[in-house]
Protein backbone atom coordinates (compact mmCIF):
# COMPACT_ATOMS: atom_id res chain seq x y z
CA UNK A 1 0.00 0.00 0.00
CA UNK A 2 1.24 3.67 -0.95
CA UNK A 3 -0.17 6.08 0.99
CA UNK A 4 -0.26 9.67 -0.54
CA UNK A 5 -0.68 13.15 0.85
CA UNK A 6 -0.79 16.44 -1.21
CA UNK A 7 -0.57 19.93 -0.02
CA UNK A 8 0.05 23.17 -1.37
CA UNK A 9 -3.45 24.19 -3.39
CA UNK A 10 -4.71 27.70 -2.58
CA UNK A 11 -6.27 30.51 -4.60
CA UNK A 12 -4.25 32.54 -7.00
CA UNK A 13 -5.54 35.05 -9.86
CA UNK A 14 -4.66 34.18 -13.01
CA UNK A 15 -1.26 34.19 -14.55
CA UNK A 16 -0.28 32.98 -11.15
CA UNK A 17 1.71 30.21 -9.57
CA UNK A 18 1.54 27.28 -7.12
CA UNK A 19 3.75 24.38 -6.24
CA UNK A 20 1.88 20.78 -5.31
CA UNK A 21 3.93 18.73 -2.80
CA UNK A 22 3.11 15.03 -2.93
CA UNK A 23 4.95 12.77 0.14
CA UNK A 24 4.20 9.00 -0.41
CA UNK A 25 4.81 6.28 2.62
CA UNK A 26 4.16 3.08 2.76
CA UNK A 27 5.33 0.77 -0.29
CA UNK A 28 6.56 3.55 -2.23
CA UNK A 29 9.24 1.01 -3.65
CA UNK A 30 6.49 -0.64 -5.57
CA UNK A 31 5.62 2.64 -7.41
CA UNK A 32 6.96 2.82 -10.78
CA UNK A 33 4.91 6.30 -12.00
CA UNK A 34 3.75 8.67 -10.49
CA UNK A 35 1.40 11.22 -11.73
CA UNK A 36 -0.84 14.34 -10.95
CA UNK A 37 -4.56 14.25 -11.81
CA UNK A 38 -7.05 17.48 -11.37
CA UNK A 39 -11.12 17.10 -11.51
CA UNK A 40 -13.84 19.53 -11.11
CA UNK A 41 -17.56 18.92 -10.30
CA UNK A 42 -18.76 18.89 -13.90
CA UNK A 43 -15.21 16.93 -15.38
CA UNK A 44 -13.83 13.40 -15.22
CA UNK A 45 -10.71 13.45 -13.76
CA UNK A 46 -8.12 14.24 -16.03
CA UNK A 47 -4.10 14.01 -16.12
CA UNK A 48 -1.77 16.64 -15.92
CA UNK A 49 1.42 15.08 -15.63
CA UNK A 50 3.61 11.96 -15.09
CA UNK A 51 6.97 10.90 -13.97
CA UNK A 52 8.66 7.44 -13.85
CA UNK A 53 10.48 6.46 -10.60
CA UNK A 54 13.42 5.56 -12.22
CA UNK A 55 15.05 7.30 -15.33
CA UNK A 56 12.30 8.42 -17.86
CA UNK A 57 10.95 11.13 -19.57
CA UNK A 58 8.11 12.70 -17.63
CA UNK A 59 4.99 13.41 -20.01
CA UNK A 60 2.22 16.31 -20.23
CA UNK A 61 -0.66 16.65 -22.05
CA UNK A 62 -1.07 19.20 -24.54
CA UNK A 63 -3.24 21.26 -22.21
CA UNK A 64 -0.26 22.09 -19.62
CA UNK A 65 2.53 21.53 -21.74
CA UNK A 66 5.01 24.46 -20.63
CA UNK A 67 3.35 25.57 -17.78
CA UNK A 68 3.38 22.64 -15.59
CA UNK A 69 6.80 20.78 -14.55
CA UNK A 70 6.75 17.18 -12.24
CA UNK A 71 9.71 16.66 -10.36
CA UNK A 72 10.40 14.56 -7.52
CA UNK A 73 13.03 13.71 -4.38
CA UNK A 74 13.10 10.06 -4.41
CA UNK A 75 15.35 10.40 -0.89
CA UNK A 76 12.09 12.53 0.75
CA UNK A 77 9.58 9.76 -1.24
CA UNK A 78 8.05 13.87 -2.93
CA UNK A 79 6.58 14.57 -6.41
CA UNK A 80 5.98 18.16 -7.09
CA UNK A 81 3.91 20.17 -9.47
CA UNK A 82 5.30 23.82 -10.21
CA UNK A 83 2.50 25.03 -11.50
CA UNK A 84 3.08 28.52 -13.48
CA UNK A 85 0.89 30.61 -15.36
CA UNK A 86 -2.31 29.22 -14.35
CA UNK A 87 -5.43 30.06 -16.26
CA UNK A 88 -9.31 29.60 -14.50
CA UNK A 89 -10.01 26.31 -16.45
CA UNK A 90 -6.71 25.04 -14.53
CA UNK A 91 -8.78 25.02 -10.83
CA UNK A 92 -9.68 22.06 -9.47
CA UNK A 93 -9.02 19.26 -6.82
CA UNK A 94 -5.44 18.06 -7.05
CA UNK A 95 -4.79 14.45 -6.79
CA UNK A 96 -1.41 12.78 -6.96
CA UNK A 97 -1.41 9.11 -7.76
CA UNK A 98 0.92 5.80 -7.92
CA UNK A 99 0.87 3.37 -10.43
CA UNK A 100 1.88 0.11 -9.58
CA UNK A 101 1.37 -2.01 -12.85
CA UNK A 102 4.83 -2.57 -14.39
CA UNK A 103 4.27 -0.94 -18.04
CA UNK A 104 6.74 0.50 -20.26
CA UNK A 105 5.04 3.80 -20.50
CA UNK A 106 4.47 6.11 -17.98
CA UNK A 107 1.70 8.65 -18.92
CA UNK A 108 -1.15 10.30 -16.71
CA UNK A 109 -3.48 7.36 -17.56
CA UNK A 110 -5.75 7.38 -14.43
CA UNK A 111 -7.26 3.79 -14.67
CA UNK A 112 -3.23 2.74 -14.54
CA UNK A 113 -2.82 4.47 -11.07
CA UNK A 114 -3.90 2.31 -7.68
CA UNK A 115 -3.30 4.65 -5.01
CA UNK A 116 -4.22 8.20 -4.78
CA UNK A 117 -3.96 10.93 -2.13
CA UNK A 118 -7.37 12.90 -0.83
CA UNK A 119 -6.29 15.72 -2.64
CA UNK A 120 -5.67 19.24 -2.59
CA UNK A 121 -8.32 22.36 -4.37
CA UNK A 122 -6.32 24.68 -6.49
CA UNK A 123 -8.59 27.70 -7.37
CA UNK A 124 -7.73 30.28 -10.29
CA UNK A 125 -10.08 33.26 -10.23
CA UNK A 126 -9.48 37.39 -10.41
Known amino acids: QVHLVETGGGSVQPGGSLNLSCVAS????????MGWFRQTPTQEREGVAA????????YYPSYVKGRFTISQDNIKNTIYLQMNDLRSEDSGVYYC???????????????????WGQGTQVTVSS
Open 97 to 115: AAKIKKTSWCTAYAPDFAH
Open 26 to 33: GSTDSAHC
Open 51 to 58: IPRGVGTQ
